[in-house]
T-cell receptor, first 115, second 114 residues
């Protein structure tokens, strides 16, 4: 079992550009959530995808968008990058059972640096 | 709304000494509680979780945490730490009001000194 895999591991972009990050969930998991972890802070929830739709969204602007594919993998897109978007982006996979999250597995993250 | 407070941003401790990392939460509904560990330049690894049943939960590497509903706390403890325990530790909560997302605290950097 490969666990949750994310690509790329590191990325450097220029302010104003667009970026796409990718995530493959743990085998058997159907739900993908994305988190932003700024330096020295805890992860912040961006949004969650299940059945190829955005189910929940945190307090992030529309510049942040995503997609889930039929094989449950997911992409996070960020448009018009700002310096403040520099962070570690974490993908978490889980199984959609009930209304409460009981377990989530995280990938190694993508370190995005905006210059 | 729910929130998590980790009272100590940094905890230095000598090897083989005991340690406690504090976590308090706020939620108006029943909660599930988690501790994750993050080593440098890596993602989050689940250390232990409380879902229901016994309020004392243990991990395979000697950590334990106790759910205290009256004090809304979920402190993490280890009786004897090792150099390899040096890492960032995050407390997190999910609840029926959180729509299946995790809310994290700001983290505690545990540094084990030789």
């Amino acid at each position: 079992d490969a666990g949750v895999t994310q690509s790329p591991t590191h990325l450097i972009k220029t302010r104003g550009q667009q970026v796409t990050l990718r995530c493959s969930p743990k085998s058997g998991h159907d739900t993908v959530s994305w988190y932003q972890q700024a330096l020295g802070q805890g992860p912040q929830f961006i949004f969650q995808y299940y059945e190829e739709e955005e189910r929940q969204r945190g307090n992030f602007p529309d510049r942040f968008s995503g997609h889930q594919f039929p094989n449950y993998s997911s992409e996070l897109n960020v448009n018009a990058l700002l310096l403040g978007d520099s962070a570690l982006y974490l993908c978490a996979s889980s199984l959609a059972r009930g209304s409460v999250l009981t377990e989530a597995f995280f990938g190694q993250g993508t370190r995005l640096t905006v210059v | 709304a729910q929130s998590v407070t980790q009272l100590d941003s940094q905890v230095p401790v000598f090897e083989e000494a005991p340690v406690e990392l504090r976590c308090n939460y706020s939620s108006s509904v029943s909660v599930y509680l988690f501790w994750y560990v993050q080593y440098p330049n890596q993602g989050l690894q689940l250390l232990l979780k409380y879902l229901s049943g016994s309020t004392l939960v243990e991990s395979i590497n000697g950590f334990e945490a106790e759910f205290n509903k009256s004090q809304t706390s979920f402190h993490l403890r280890k009786p004897s730490v090792h150099i390899s325990d040096t890492a960032e530790y995050f407390c997190a909560v999910s609840s029926s009001g959180s729509a299946r997302q995790l809310t994290f605290g700001s983290g505690t950097q545990l540094t084990v000194l030789p």
